[in-house]
């Protein structure tokens, strides 16, 4: 079974450009996360998804920062514009959801630095 | 709303000792507490979790204990090794699926 499939793997861009992550979570799964980590900290939630609706976007700078779920499968985050402060890893993860069903899986994550 | 605090220390242990992280919790106690290890340049992977009513949980080498009134979870790695090195996330996951993290704890294991 394939895992978490994020691309691309690293980004470099100049502050003020966009840029958009793609999330494939595992099959059959209906939640799905989007955290950023900086380093040498642990992972904060942007965004959760049950099916196609963000439930939780309460951590999303919604002035920057945009998601999608179209279909309930796939997902996108997109900032626009980049700010330097936004440099970090961004991780997808996804869980099959209820109860018993609790261990999230993670993608390899996208590096992204901003110039 | 919850917090999950770990200890941002690194925790240096000798090869085939007990290496033991906390795990701290804020407010209400969650349904799950999870434990997942991140090696770098790679995302976190689920170890084990612990449920509320549960005392204690183990796999392998790993141990797990959760205490409520503590508002606290333990994490043990009996007879470390080297290639234990990594970085040791706690996980609450609350009622729905939000699954919160704490900073982590890197451990390095020396031979």
């Known amino acids: 079974e394939a895992g978490v499939v994020q691309s691309p793997r690293y980004k470099i861009i100049e502050k003020k450009q966009p840029v958009a992550f793609w999330c494939n979570p595992i099959?059959?799964?209906?939640?799905l996360y989007w955290y950023r980590q900086n380093l040498g900290q642990g992972p904060e939630l942007l965004i959760r998804?049950?099916?196609?609706?963000?439930?939780?976007d309460s951590q999303l700078p919604k002035d920057r920062f945009s998601a999608e779920r179209l279909k309930g499968v796939d997902s996108t985050l997109k900032i626009q514009p980049a700010e330097l402060g936004d440099s970090a890893v961004y991780l997808c993860?996804?869980?099959?959801?209820?109860?018993?069903?609790?261990?999230?899986?993670f993608g390899q994550g996208t590096r992204l630095t901003v110039v | 709303s919850q917090k999950i605090e770990q200890n941002s220390e690194a925790l240096n242990i000798q090869e085939g000792k007990t290496a033991t992280l906390t795990c701290n919790y804020t407010?209400?106690?969650?349904?799950?507490l999870q434990w997942y290890r991140q090696d770098p340049g790679r995302g976190p992977v689920f170890l084990l979790l612990?449920?509320?009513?549960?005392k204690e949980k183990r796999k392998e080498r790993l141990k797990v204990t959760f205490d409520t009134t503590l508002k606290q979870s333990l994490f043990h790695i009996t007879a470390s090794q080297p290639a234990d090195s990594a970085t040791y996330l706690c996980?609450?996951?609350?009622?729905?699926?939000?699954?919160?993290f704490g900073g982590g704890t890197r451990v390095l294991v020396k031979p």
């Open positions: 993860a996804s869980t099959r959801g209820g109860e018993g069903n609790t261990e999230a899986f």
């Open positions: 998804y049950e099916n196609e609706e963000a439930v939780d």
């Open positions: 612990i449920r509320e009513n549960e």
């Open positions: 996980a609450h996951k609350a009622a729905g699926n939000k699954l919160t």
């Open positions: 099959s059959g799964h209906n939640t």
């Open positions: 407010n209400y106690s969650p349904a799950y």
